[in-house]
């Protein structure tokens, strides 16, 4: 059993920056690969990043490759999402997932997931 608790959302212009945490539960974390997914007003959920267990392989989608870095700390439990040069696009809800393997691009494959944090971008 997996538990996700996002953090670090929030209201910033158009080129600035902001880093989201996904704060994790359970002694398997290590185990599991980790993603972020987006949900834009009015949209469907959208992969944005995803990590492996051993954060050698990294995945992005290519709305935001070379703009967010995905990283993890599993001797802290956590998962980070770096993201810069925002865009007023980016203004979503940006949910933290969990899954012990699978195709990562998918949301179906995600078991656990946080409860979300907002994130909006001002133009």
């Known amino acids: 059993q997996v538990q996700l608790a996002e953090s670090g959302g929030g209201l910033v212009q158009a080129g600035g920056s902001l880093r989201l945490s996904c704060a994790a539960s359970?002694?398997?974390?290590?185990?599991?690969?980790m993603a972020w997914f987006r949900q834009p007003p009015g949209k469907g959920r959208e992969f944005v990043a995803a990590?492996?267990?051993?954060?050698?392989?990294?995945y992005y989608a290519d709305s935001v490759k070379g703009r967010f870095t995905i990283s993890r700390d599993n001797a802290k439990n956590t998962v980070a999402l770096e993201m810069n040069s925002l865009k007023p696009e980016d203004t979503a809800v940006y949910y933290c997932?969990?899954?012990?393997?699978?195709?990562?691009?998918?949301?179906?494959?995600?078991?656990?997931w946080g409860q979300g944090t907002q994130v909006t971008v001002s133009s």
């Open positions: 997932a969990a899954s012990p393997g699978g195709i990562l691009r998918l949301d179906t494959t995600y078991n656990y």
């Open positions: 990590i492996r267990w051993g954060g050698g392989s990294t």
């Open positions: 359970g002694r398997t974390f290590s185990s599991y690969a």
